[in-house]
T-cell receptor, first 114, second 114 residues
């Protein structure tokens, strides 16, 4: 199993551009998450999904959109990039919510908006 | 302030024990976690403890939970240079509409000196 994979690893965007961060997991996990990690901070939840076709907002959803058309994929869309979205983005997945529910993290996408 | 709080830095000598502390605020949290993040990588689950336990030991790791004071600690025995990383405390809340999502602290950067 590859686990959770994310592409790209790095990206520089200009203000106002759009992009999609890709996330794929091959563990048949039903739950998937997107976090952002700002320097010196913990992770903040952007969006999550409890299964294909179901998504919900996390703590910091503004400026982002997600979709979950398959169990494996959970892309994160930035429509109008702003400098405040400069961050490292992590995708994660987990299997159950009623157990320790270990979240498996991808390696991250480092995004800079200038 | 942050709901989950940790000291930001800890420096120890190789072979000593490291103790990383964390306080959380939600008494209804069911599981508490310690994640490790190495430079340029995603988070990896180190260990977790269920809220009705007060101690859990796993090889060199000991987790202590004081539920009354909402205090969690991670002790690493015989700390090695390979333990140098950022350690995140996280609580999993079930109450309200959070769907059991994780709330992370800012992380404690552990530096191990040879």
């Amino acid at each position: 199993n590859a686990g959770v994979t994310q592409t790209p690893k790095f990206r520089i965007l200009k203000i106002g551009q759009s992009m999609t961060l890709q996330c794929t997991q091959d563990m048949n996990h039903n739950y998937m998450y997107w976090y952002r990690q700002d320097p010196g901070m913990g992770l903040k939840l952007i969006y999550y999904s409890v299964g294909a076709g179901i998504t919900d907002k996390g703590e910091v959803p503004n400026g982002y959109n997600v979709s979950r058309s398959t169990t494996e994929d959970f892309p994160l869309r930035l429509e109008l990039a702003a400098p405040s979205q400069t961050s490292v983005y992590f995708c994660a997945s987990s299997y159950f919510q009623d157990r320790p529910a270990e979240q498996y993290f991808g390696p991250g996408t480092r995004l800079t908006v200038t | 302030g942050e709901d989950v709080e940790q000291s930001l830095f800890l420096s120890v000598r190789e072979g000593d024990s490291s103790v990383i502390n964390c306080t959380y605020t939600d008494s209804s949290s069911t599981y508490l976690y310690w994640y490790k993040q190495e430079p340029g990588a995603g988070l990896q689950l180190l260990t977790y403890i269920f809220s009705n336990m007060d101690m859990k030991q796993d090889q060199r790791l000991t987790v202590l939970l004081n539920k009354k004071d909402k205090h969690l600690s991670l002790r690493i025995a015989d700390t090695q240079t390979g333990d140098s990383a950022i350690y995140f405390c996280a609580e999993r809340r079930i109450s309200g509409g959070s769907q059991g999502n994780l709330i992370f602290g800012k992380g404690t950067k552990l530096s191990v000196k040879p």
